[in-house]
């Protein structure tokens, strides 16, 4: 079946939008060759902002399509077809698992287990942060694992100007643990999601095949880089901050409205409401809240969504692939795909599929976690946590590299590759 010219259209702008991520770097680079303020630098900084790439190569695909179509309502229509219901839950989700009772509870639990290791503090909380937190996502959501933790490293690591090779190890390390880190239950993970209800995936089928096998990769992945830069770690020296004590009661309110939004997690109009109150909430009770993170909210949703709009006309060359896979072709394709394209719509064209074998079921669910912190596009939290850590002193004005990225997930992907195919 031959592709429509809207499909070329969008394929064509969704390549320009992956070499877009890219070069971002390069663009912030370009932006100091002008005079601050100018508009020439302004622009190029505005485009050096990765979560904006995608919205934009979207907006371009709006324009296009009211061309071709010879009609904005089509285009319009377009859009209204399509399901930003995870773009919207990660907005929320980022801006309450980012507040200060959340983070201050998460980090108590992350000191808590630090301290039972026989390790310098630095190194222990390093070691519970990026081994058992990514877990966490199996029950708070990816999203919010991801949230918390990048401010908690962030707050306590990459504020201290790590080495570069430490930065993008610990980068690469978190991504590819969040992606995994989420498998432990059916309802956490965004590729997971897709698949759970048709496939009749439960969490103690999830737990029985996946979670397991993402506990180890975790813990090994997270000792090896560890191992690796421990002299660095331990240069930092105590870096456990006092935060501001916050009421228990608030706190719980907290944790009642983040279970809320998760339990409502495919009822944006649910959720949005529940938002409104607890930013009702904050407002009351400002002397023990930090500034919300609206703003990195807002641009991931915008991220996602643009990754949306785009991908969801990659269909007819995307699945096809996917349906002449099998085996391992179908692990090692997916997890290598999953660099270009968001897992979860991976996984979603895969349950299109009709007849696919469990254990081919298996191999895409399996190979597109697996794959899932090799760009920043290639699972739904990145972006969240790519919004948080590049304003640390470690990545500076020009931010992070996608290659670096790339580079610093290659060592945990492939423990990852190996617990998921080979054991």
């Known amino acids: 079946m031959q592709p429509t010219s809207l499909e070329i259209l969008a394929t064509i702008l969704f390549v320009l939008a992956v ?42 695909l709006f324009v296009g399509i009211a061309a071709l179509e010879g009609s904005v309502e089509k285009a319009v229509e377009y859009i209204e077809s399509l399901n930003y219901t995870e773009a919207k839950f990660v907005l929320v989700v980022m801006v309450i698992a980012a507040t200060r009772p959340i983070v ?46 990048a401010i908690l490293l962030k707050r306590r690591y990459f504020d201290h100007g790590l080495s570069t090779g430490l930065a993008y190890a610990t980068l690469g390390l978190l991504f590819v643990n969040i992606s995994i880190g989420g498998t ?8 997971v999601l897709m698949v759970a209800h048709k496939w009749h995936w439960d969490s103690i089928f999830m737990l029985t095949h996946f979670g397991w096998r993402a506990a180890i990769s975790t813990v090994v992945s ?53 938002a409104m109150l607890f930013l009702g909430l904050t407002t009351a009770t ?30 007819y060359w995307l699945k096809p692939l996917i349906a002449s896979l099998d085996g391992a072709m179908l692990f090692f394709g997916a997890t290598a795909l999953t660099a270009i394209t968001d897992n979860a719509a991976l996984t979603y064209l895969g349950s299109l599929v009709e007849g696919i074998s469990d254990d081919l079921k298996y191999a895409l669910v399996a190979g597109a976690v697996t ?21 640390s002193k470690t990545f500076g004005s020009v931010g992070i590299s996608p290659l670096g990225l790339l580079m610093g997930a290659l060592g945990p992907t492939a423990i990852a590759i190996v617990c998921f195919w080979f054991i």
């Open 371 to 391: 794959g899932g912190g090799l760009t920043v596009i290639a699972n739904a939290p990145n972006p969240a946590g790519v919004g948080i850590l590049q304003t």
């Open 222 to 274: 997270t000792i090896i880089v560890t191992m690796i830069f421990r002299r660095e770690l331990l240069a930092i020296g105590d870096c456990e901050k006092q935060t501001q004590q916050v009421p228990g009661w608030l706190t719980v309110l907290h944790v009642m409205f983040l279970a809320s939004v998760v339990y409502f997690a495919h009822h944006p109009d649910v959720f949005f409401g529940i």
């Open 104 to 149: 201050a509870l998460g980090e108590k639990i992350l000191n808590a287990g630090a301290r039972l290791l026989p390790v310098p503090e630095s190194v222990g909380f390093y070691v519970t942060a990026l081994a058992i937190g990514p877990l966490l996502g199996s029950f708070i959501t990816e999203p919010a694992a991801m949230t918390l933790l």
């Open 286 to 315: 400002r002397e023990y809240q930090d500034q919300l993170k609206l703003r990195e909210g807002l641009l991931v949703g915008f991220f996602l969504a643009g990754l949306v709009t785009l991908g969801s006309l990659q269909q």
């Open 19 to 60: 070499l877009h991520t890219f070069t971002v770097k390069r663009f912030a680079h370009w932006a100091h060759k002008y005079p601050k303020g100018s508009i020439p630098e302004n622009l190029l900084h505005f485009l050096a902002e990765t979560e904006v790439v995608f919205g934009l190569w979207a907006a371009v």
């Open 184 to 191: 432990l239950t059916h309802f956490a993970a965004p590729p």
